[in-house]
C-alpha cells in the first residue's frame, strides 16, 4: 500500500514562498523506482484540478508552464520525499494542494487534455490546504 503525506505551513502572507514536502511511505517503494513520476496538483476552491508539475524517477522536472518561472520541485532520496517550493505567493494561490504518483513509460501523460489529465494518477496524498492572506 502506497501512502503520501503533504506538510508545510497552511497560512502564508503575499509574497512569500511556499514550501510543501510529501513523504511517500517506505512500503510504498521508493521514489526512484522507474517509471514513476510523483506531481504537484492544485485546486483553487470552486475551480477544477491544477497540474502544477513532477519530478520523476530519475530526478527530472517538469512544470505547468503557466506556473514554471516562480515553481520549484525538488527531492531528497534519502528520506522518500520530494518538494514544492512556489515562490511570489498571492491570494491566488490558495488551493488545497495534493501530491500524487503515476506509472508512465513516457511522457505522454504531460500532455493529456484536462479532462482526462489525472486519469492515471493510482495514488494521492490526501491535500494539504494553503491559505495566502495578508
Known amino acids: 500500500q502506497v501512502q503520501l503525506q503533504e506538510s508545510g505551513p497552511g497560512l502564508l502572507k503575499p509574497s512569500q514562498t511556499l514550501s510543501l514536502t510529501c513523504t511517500v511511505s517506505?512500503?510504498?517503494?521508493?521514489?526512484?523506482?522507474?517509471?514513476?513520476?510523483w506531481s504537484w496538483i492544485r485546486q483553487p476552491p470552486g475551480k477544477g484540478l491544477e497540474w502544477m508539475g513532477a519530478?520523476?524517477?530519475?530526478?527530472?522536472?517538469y512544470y505547468n508552464p503557466s506556473l514554471k518561472s516562480h515553481t520549484s520541485i525538488s527531492r531528497d532520496t534519502s528520506k522518500n520525499q520530494f518538494s514544492l517550493q512556489l515562490s511570489s505567493v498571492t491570494p491566488e494561490d490558495t488551493a488545497l494542494y495534493y501530491c500524487?504518483?503515476?506509472?508512465?513509460?513516457?511522457?505522454?501523460?504531460?500532455?493529456?487534455?484536462?479532462?482526462?489529465?489525472?486519469?492515471?494518477?493510482?495514488?494521492w496524498g490526501q491535500g494539504t490546504q494553503v491559505t495566502v492572506s495578508s
Open positions: 519530478i520523476g524517477y530519475d530526478g527530472s522536472t
Open positions: 517506505v512500503s510504498g517503494g521508493s521514489i526512484t523506482t522507474p517509471y514513476y513520476y
Open positions: 500524487a504518483r503515476i506509472y508512465s513509460r513516457d511522457l505522454s501523460w504531460i500532455d493529456r487534455p484536462i479532462a482526462t489529465m489525472f486519469d492515471g494518477y493510482d495514488y
